[in-house]
Nanobody, 129 residues
Framework: VQLEESGGGSVQAGGSLRLSCVIS????????MGWFRQAPGKEREGVAG???????VYADSVKGRFTISKDHDKTISNLQMNNLKPEDTAMYYC????????????????????????WGQGTQVTVSS
C-alpha cells in the first residue's frame, strides 16, 4: 500500500489549499482515511478523519475551516482547507487503515492516537501572516 499526498504550498493567511491523497495497491472497500500534521518542534497532531460510511471527525483547531472527503471508487482523500492561519503551517500527512468503521467516537480516538497502519510522505503547507 502506498500513499502520495499533493496540493501543499504557500499561501497568505485567509487563503485556501486543497490537499489530495492517492492510495495505490489498495482493494479494500472498508477503509478510513486520516490527515495529520506536524510543525517543527511540535508533536504530530490529528487533523481530520473519515471512515467508509462517510462519518467524519475534526480536531477542534480546524473545525469549520477544514473539510475531509473520500472518493470510494478512486481511493482518494481530499482535505479542503479554508481560512488558513499561520498556525496551520506544518507538514501534512495522510494515512489509511482497514476496518475502522464504528462511529465518530472510535474514529476520533484513532485520529488522536495516530492509530493508522499506512502513511504517506507528507506535503508542506506554509501560511504567512
Amino acid at each position: 500500500v502506498q500513499l502520495e499526498e499533493s496540493g501543499g504550498g504557500s499561501v497568505q493567511a485567509g487563503g485556501s489549499l486543497r490537499l489530495s491523497c492517492v492510495i495505490s495497491e489498495y482493494s479494500y472497500n472498508s477503509y478510513c482515511m486520516g490527515w495529520f500534521r506536524q510543525a517543527p518542534g511540535k508533536e504530530r497532531e490529528g487533523v481530520a478523519g473519515i471512515d467508509s460510511t462517510g462519518t467524519s471527525v475534526y480536531a477542534d483547531s480546524v473545525k469549520g475551516r477544514f473539510t475531509i472527503s473520500k472518493d470510494h471508487d478512486k481511493t482518494i482523500s481530499n482535505l479542503q482547507m479554508n481560512n488558513l492561519k499561520p498556525e496551520d503551517t506544518a507538514m501534512y500527512y495522510c494515512a489509511t487503515d482497514r476496518f475502522c468503521d464504528g462511529g465518530s467516537y472510535i474514529l476520533l480516538n484513532r485520529i488522536e492516537a495516530g492509530d493508522f497502519s499506512y502513511w504517506g510522505q507528507g506535503t508542506q503547507v506554509t501560511v504567512s501572516s
